[in-house]
């Protein structure tokens, strides 16, 4: 497969996407402008509506309201067979009365493509994915990693300008997970296509994506880069899904935060997260900030110690404050003291690692 | 994979003694009520009247059992191939609809069983007849001048007959489209594949083995079928299963009854033999979708 500047990766517009089952509102006014190659990241939990959202881009469902364009032209009620996207299953779906080869120039068959030629380019299409040699197998003699890769030469056969993959690597155990996510990775810069992949795995996410849009409820939470979706979380959702996250309560004043245990601590303005009016608000700090130092260090938390888990490179420590607040932190386990059960220690951290949420970023 | 497994409450798997005693009183009935009579029914056709195989000659040298053979294959063929073209819809419409309806196309394709074969039969007779429903309503759209022969005919036995065994195909084709995943078909209309392409191309080629079951049970059900073709069938153009039952009670010719009954299981084996042989049985019920 030659790289081709102009089919490269399609750009996406969606607009107001709705799709009602009956009473219930699976996706729900959702907009998303997806850029010519990039790869994008649908996260979120069982529900969500992440995978409805990718079956409406696929055309296999019709969406109650809303607009999907692809390259400028409104797709929203062209039938899948006509929308010349690439798809990888979630359980791979390869046709099993086929052979490899036949399996992946399925798709030139369907576009009249003469033999020949159909069997070249996909025998091209599986030195992609590194399988060449395997054509004349059935795909019920390869294991679960080569025929996620077989489904893959088959989605990008036809040099589609949109690949959807719908948790395609949720069936294959880690070491093969990673592997693939690296894979995956390499396939999108090499074509230059735009990816748009459904997960539930943060991890996955973070990794592979360009922009990881969080779902919940149909709806958009944030979408953002990796690195700003876990160092700066849109709101309290975001903050608790991507990775672990201490949520301590706390009193905003207006220019200081009151912890409920005594302790007032004064936030940089960056670490306002949104709107933050005085009141109730969530002061929110990963775990691997905080610092293990003597319990009457100004500036540190106290907490008392309630479990030390050695996990080798690091150790996680689970403590309470006064308020019963559960409080996490991981740190290296080199020079970490050795703490007894109920200790008390303080938890120091930078200011910069501090995110202050307001009330109605809860929601 | 195995179709069944054997296995004691303490997980080990029963010893080979231990399965052969389990499945001792199947063969036993097999072997008292189905082997033994007919061994001793084709022993009759190579015995009686004298030691040989002049019953079988007498089958050979009368063109007459020729032709009845050859209309035997011939109308059980044409029954196989309309149920087929008559079962695949109704099975798709099970598997594509779902909760009340799929139970009341089952409900339809299963409540026949309730009746005899007597009854559905005869109820085709009244269908049929001179002055029954079918003749006087062609005859009200004009269609038809007077009343048409249709019962005692040929025709009357394949319809009667496609109406009878028509279930024993659509369970089968229902059986293997209800395996295939619905994403194969949400895979082929993303590779391109409209309805029809699609339909050819995977859902067609993954029922097979569910078309080529039910083939081989309505060919081979037809080719011994007894009841329809006695009660709707032309006496000048009889079904072999007619000529054996006319030989019995007729006649009282035994040994050339017997010989009849010998080629028909000649028939039938050798059909099932060249099937398991060509489509593969196993693949056909191990169905490795």
Redesign the interface.
């Known amino acids: 497969m030659t790289q081709d500047d102009t089919a490269a990766g399609a750009g996406i517009s969606v607009t107001g996407l709705e799709k009602r089952f009956g009473m219930l509102t699976a996706v729900d006014d959702l907009s998303i402008e997806i850029e010519s190659g990039e790869f994008l990241a649908l996260l979120g939990p069982s529900g969500s509506g992440k995978s409805t959202v990718l079956m409406m881009l696929?055309?296999?469902e019709v969406p109650t309201a809303g607009s999907i364009t692809i390259d400028g032209r409104d797709c929203t009620r062209l039938?899948?067979?006509k929308?010349?996207?690439?798809?990888v299953?979630?359980?791979y779906?390869?046709?099993?009365?086929l052979s490899v080869i036949d399996n992946v120039a399925?798709?030139l068959?369907?576009?009249g493509e003469a033999k020949a030629a159909r069997r070249r380019r996909a025998s091209e299409a599986l030195e992609v994915v590194r399988l060449d040699g395997y054509g004349d197998r059935m795909p019920?003699q390869l294991s679960g990693g080569q025929r996620q890769r077989v489904a893959l030469a088959?989605a990008i056969v036809?040099q589609p300008r949109l690949l959807?993959m719908d948790e395609p690597l949720s069936a294959l155990d880690k070491n093969l997970r990673e592997e693939m996510q690296l894979e995956i990775k390499r396939l999108h810069s090499e074509l230059g296509v735009t990816v748009v992949f459904v997960t539930h795995d943060q991890g996955e996410a973070l990794t592979m994506a360009d922009r990881v849009a969080i779902l919940r409820g149909g709806r958009v939470q944030q979408i953002s880069p990796a690195r700003e979706l876990y160092e700066r979380p849109a709101n309290l959702f975001s903050a608790g899904f991507i990775g672990e996250m201490n949520m301590i309560p706390a009193q905003w004043d207006g220019s200081g935060l009151l912890l409920n245990q005594g302790d007032r601590l004064d936030p940089p303005a960056a670490a306002l997260v949104g709107r933050v009016p005085t009141g109730r608000a969530t002061l929110a700090i990963r775990p691997e900030r905080l610092r293990v130092t003597a319990a009457d260090t100004p500036g540190a938390l106290a907490a008392d110690v309630e479990e030390v888990v050695y996990a080798g490179a690091g150790t996680l420590l689970i403590a309470r404050l006064a308020d019963g607040t559960e409080i996490r932190a991981r740190v290296p386990s080199a020079n970490l003291p050795r703490l007894r059960e109920g200790e008390r220690i303080g938890l120091a951290f930078d200011p910069d690692a501090l995110l202050v949420y307001g009330e109605e970023a809860a929601a | 994979m195995t179709l069944v497994s054997f296995t004691q409450p303490d997980g080990r798997n029963l010893s080979k003694a231990g399965i052969t005693l389990l499945m001792a009183p199947f063969f036993m009935l097999i072997g008292f009520a189905f082997l033994y009579p007919l061994l001793s029914l084709l022993s009759i056709s190579v015995t009686e009247p004298q030691f040989g195989f002049q019953n079988y000659e007498r089958i050979l040298d009368t063109p007459v059992y020729g032709k009845v053979l050859l209309r035997t294959l011939w109308i059980a063929l044409l029954v196989s191939i309309l149920s087929l073209f008559l079962a695949f819809p109704v099975a798709m419409a099970m598997v594509s609809s779902g909760g009340a309806m799929a139970v009341f196309i089952t409900a339809c394709i299963l409540l026949p069983f309730w009746s005899s074969v007597l009854v559905r039969t005869a109820a085709w007779a009244v269908l049929l007849q001179r002055n029954g429903i079918i003749n006087e309503g062609l005859q009200a759209i004009g269609i038809i001048d007077g009343p048409v022969r249709l019962l005692y005919t040929q025709g009357a036995v394949v319809v009667a007959m496609t109406h009878v065994l028509m279930p024993f195909m659509v369970l089968p084709i229902y059986g293997a489209l209800r395996n295939i995943p619905q994403d194969y078909g949400r895979a082929a209309a993303i590779c391109g594949a409209g309805p029809l392409r699609s339909f050819f191309e995977v859902t067609l080629p993954l029922a097979m083995p569910g078309v080529l079951g039910g083939f081989i049970l309505v060919f081979l059900t037809a080719l011994g079928y007894f009841i329809t073709p006695a009660l709707l069938g032309s006496p000048q153009e009889m079904m072999i299963a007619t000529l054996i039952s006319q030989q019995l009670r007729e006649f009282l010719d035994w040994p050339f009854a017997a010989a009849l009954v010998g080629v028909l299981t000649l028939f039938v084996t050798a059909i099932t033999l060249v099937f398991s042989r060509v489509f593969r049985f196993d693949r056909m019920l191990g169905g490795q979708l």
């Open positions: 696929a055309g296999f039938p899948p067979q929308r010349n996207i690439g798809m299953f979630q359980h779906s390869l046709f099993p009365h399925f798709p068959k369907m576009r019920s088959r036809y959807l």
